[in-house]
């Protein structure tokens, strides 16, 4: 509390001199508030709110082809004339759109949840040991995998023109998704006497990490390689849960890897669309993927660890444990060819790694 | 009580989805879709507006198209998946619908449009989808 002693020793501070007090204050000109490239908006909530997309009116709402300007000027404001320009790289519009971004973004949003109150981990029950390592095993691969989408993804945000702010909003929760991955999945592994195991070989992050081309190049690798392996992989893990620890967290990370993987395919699509051209680079990129995919497969530390998750423990991971894996990868598949087949990628069958044929695959025993 | 399926027995379970604040929490939350439901021969229409199920019709097997995707089993399984989901207050083990759709051959959710956006809708809203069945182990069903 001050006290009086404080307040005199203030005061003379706060005591104008003659010259302080005759420093002439202009009359605010004022002239800036009739700059407005469009006045007189007035967005209506709908059922779902005031949405991000909504906001799409009028000049504000023109999201043009090219975005030009280097700066972080909001689309729709008046730019500052002799800002030095930063970093953005990524101008034009098929480079980085996908219409569906904005729906995106709400729904990330609506949709969030917190690993650490959102799950009961008092629900958490001792597993047999085998069993516990191997869950602990592929938590640390997925926590890995969360990492890397968090670096990837933001090495290329700041390179984005903020004339396509949508994609940025909805990128940036998206790096939220994956960091909320990789707590949950760390969690996992340490709340049940487990910890982590084996960095996993991790040829597709270094693809997914070197990537330089293009940002359309890296959501090839991202979403039809990485993110559909994942979210194919959680999705059998939900199918195996041992408790509703287990089952909370899959269900809310193959939501939020649905996100992604929507904007990612839909990305694909609308650069298909707008510059054929591009089919060669994401059809290379692809292949490339899917020879460094068949290469983290060649690991059996992963595959191993599944194999005990499906098959109930050591013995049963052999023959039902195998099985159940390769049914995944049949899975993984059939999601990544009916992906293919709707962005027109002629990607078949008999072009994938002999891993993930059916009818080429050598099991063991065989 | 109401028979299973008709208009009847999903209005009473949209009545439990759309009043019980826990379907709407972590995870879940804002749902907008169109979701079909095929059982057996009879076809049915959901819709899915932010925070609740608005509505549910019957309709006919071309209404499909209008659906984002649809769910589709013969009776004899919907019986067992609401069975389970009444003996466990929520669906277990091999009846969740994500089982279901990798159990079954031919999937659980499809579409007649291909519109591989439309059809990702069953992973982006599985839980609020997941929530809606599972209110109906406060219901008691006939079949």
Redesign the interface.
Known sequence: MATAKDADRIRPALTLSKEEREVEVPEPRLNWMNQWREWGVRVKPG??GLTLGSLNVGLYGEIPMNWPDRTRNPRGAIGVTGSPPVAIQIKDKVDLWAP?AADLY??AI?????PA??VDWTAIHPLPDDVERAICQVCTEICQYAIIDVEVITSWQHQMAYGYHEVKQFLATTSLDATRRHEAFRKRALVNGGGLGYEGPCQVSRLLLESRGGWTETVTGLTLVRGLFT?VMI??L??FAHNGVER?IY??V??DL??L??YG??HIKYALAHAPDKQGSIFTTLAIGMRMFNRDLRDPVLREALAIIFGGGIPGARNEGMHVFYEMLD?YVQELL??CQ?LRLPVTMEQLPRILQKDQRHLPGD | MAKFPSVAWFDAVRDIYNHDDAMHGAGSGTCDCVVGVQVGREFFQLIFEGFECSEARKVTKAKLDECDFYLHMPSKDWRAMLQNIQEHGHATDNYTLNTLDLDRAEGLSTSTHNDQYREDLFFRYNQTLQFFFNGAARLRTTF
């Open positions: 059922k779902k569906c709400e729904e609506q949709r969030r949840w917190a109150t959102d979210q999705r059998y939900t199918r909370k269900e809310c193959t939501q649905a996100r993987l929507t395919i839909e899975e009916s992906a709707y």
